[in-house]
């Protein structure tokens, strides 16, 4: 039963434009959403978060927006640059269990220059 | 300011071996968590320790067990090990049980034979 389901395996986008992550999830109790990048050999970097009492977070180049009713999240990254190659997780926890941080299974960003 | 490490980087073991993973927190931070991230998958919560007790668990066998040292730092020790452990071993610390945001070590790649 997944939880967080990011549908893309894979995107591929020019150097520039924009590129956009997408992040489904199924459990309503999900209160705290994260994206994390990671290199090969490396672990995940903390990217970029948001609380369900908003839609919307932006830190600089990165916005996630929220949308409850569709349980969906999706980060924008705006422009996107060669170092913005790298797989992106998604990631969910609930308010009754803050420590467990549920994930999705990553979308590997390809940026052409 | 040291971030998160681990030990060893790769390891090989036969069926029904044990094994011993290492982490070392970030300065400054009292909560570890270890993942499970299987081929192609986004992490699986394995556990987390806090002030040296477990401070919850997911949907693993007691053969996972852990410790969390007055230091912080952690060891993640798996039992009978078993085909499907094999996979990279994460390890991630924050600095309390209700922060969100975890910093990773690059993990461990376990192959079991």
């Known amino acids: 039963d997944q939880q967080v389901k990011q549908n893309s395996p894979s995107l591929s986008v020019q150097e520039g434009r924009i590129s956009i992550l997408n992040c489904d999830y199924t459990?309503?109790?999900?209160?705290?959403f994260l994206w994390y990048k990671k290199y090969p050999a490396e672990g995940p970097t903390f990217l970029i978060s948001?609380?369900?009492i908003k839609d919307k977070n932006e830190d600089g180049r990165f916005t996630v927006f929220l949308n409850k009713s569709a349980k969906h999240l999706s980060l924008h990254i705006v422009p996107s640059q060669p170092g913005d190659s790298a797989v992106y997780f998604c990631a969910a926890s609930a308010g009754d269990s803050n420590y467990q941080l549920i994930w999705g299974a990553g979308t590997k960003l390809i940026i052409k220059p | 300011e040291t971030g998160v490490t681990q030990s060893p980087t790769h390891l090989i073991k036969t069926r029904g071996q044990q094994v011993t993973l290492r982490c070392s927190s970030q300065?400054?931070?009292?909560?570890v968590s270890w993942y499970q991230q299987a081929l192609g998958q986004g992490p699986q919560f394995i556990f987390q320790?806090?002030?040296?007790?477990?401070?919850g668990r997911g949907n693993f066998p007691p053969r996972f067990s852990g410790l969390q040292f007055p230091n912080y730092s952690s060891e993640l020790n798996v039992n009978a090990l078993e085909l499907d452990d094999s996979a990279l071993y994460l390890c991630?610390?924050?600095?309390?049980?209700?922060?969100?945001?975890?910093?990773f070590g690059p993990g461990t790649r376990l192959l079991v034979l």
């Open positions: 459990n309503s109790m999900f209160d705290y």
């Open positions: 320790y806090y002030r040296e007790e477990e401070n």
């Open positions: 948001i609380s369900s």
């Open positions: 300065s400054g931070h009292n909560t």
């Open positions: 991630a610390s924050s600095s309390g049980v209700r922060e969100e945001t975890q910093y």
